[in-house]
């Protein structure tokens, strides 16, 4: 992605984290409205996402949490301050699953992308600093006044027994040519169902290559025999209402 070149006054960073951005050069590397994310580029490269307080503490906890099994960046620092929540990761070598180097082979790309949420799906739960998120996912439909009773068409009962990305979208998985550095933006990760991720992991494929024809691809990739489709209808729906 495109990163213009842009400027910080330093001295709005909580302490902790300055003395990492002295005489560094910042570039806007931001893709949504919720968090400003700053490239970093000094003596070391690092990112820093700076968002409205109580908003980043779960992508710092879940970020450290997949560190741990060598799977998301190191993060470096998380701080806050009266109004933001700062997080400072470290830069992995690599580019995102959009890169041009990825796209140019899109077969591939749905298999590895398939492989490697498995990898994912595959990690022990122990010691995951979250684990309820299909419930947390059902809690926030109910407050917002969704019938939940509409997902009682799947005859699916979802469960919370492997760890999720929350997001698995193509922007969110570092590679270098197709070679796994980590996962990133972990904000909505936690203990949760496959089928949530398997739901956005053929979403992002769809939008991203506009075509559903590596659909069975990356569905071989990560295991149909651990596919339900009434699980992958089950979320479609949840995330219709939700939207």
Not at 51 to 66: A, D, P
Not at 92 to 116: C, I, M, R, W
Not at 133 to 158: C, H, N, P, W
Not at 224 to 231: F, H, I, T
């Amino acid at each position: 992605m495109k990163r213009p070149k842009v400027s910080l006054d330093i001295e709005t960073i909580p302490p902790t984290i300055r003395p990492y951005l002295k005489g560094a050069t910042f570039y806007n590397s931001s893709c949504s409205e919720q968090a400003k994310t700053l490239y970093v580029v000094g003596a070391d490269r690092a990112f820093l996402k700076i968002s409205k307080r109580g908003t980043l503490e779960r992508e710092y906890k879940m970020t450290e949490f997949l560190h741990g099994h060598h799977l998301a960046p190191k993060a470096i620092a998380y701080e806050s301050d009266p109004e933001n929540d700062y997080l400072f990761s470290e830069a992995v070598s690599g580019e995102d699953g959009t890169a041009d180097q990825h796209f140019e082979n899109p077969g591939k790309l749905a298999a590895v992308f398939g492989e490697y949420l498995r990898v994912l799906h595959s990690l022990p739960t122990a010691g995951c600093p979250y684990t309820n998120r299909t419930a947390e996912l059902l809690v926030d439909g109910a407050g917002k006044g969704i019938d939940l009773s509409q997902l009682d068409e799947f005859m699916y009962s979802a469960s919370d027994n492997v760890i999720i990305h929350g997001d698995y979208c193509l922007p969110n998985i570092i590679m270098d040519h197709f070679s796994l550095k980590g996962f990133i933006d972990l904000g909505y990760g936690g203990v949760g169902d496959r089928h949530f991720d398997i739901y956005w992991g053929l979403w992002t494929l769809h939008y991203n290559l506009k075509t559903d024809i590596y659909r069975d691809i990356f569905l071989d990739a990560y295991g149909r025999s651990d596919v339900d489709l009434d699980g992958l209808n089950y979320f479609a729906k949840l995330v219709e209402l939700m939207d």
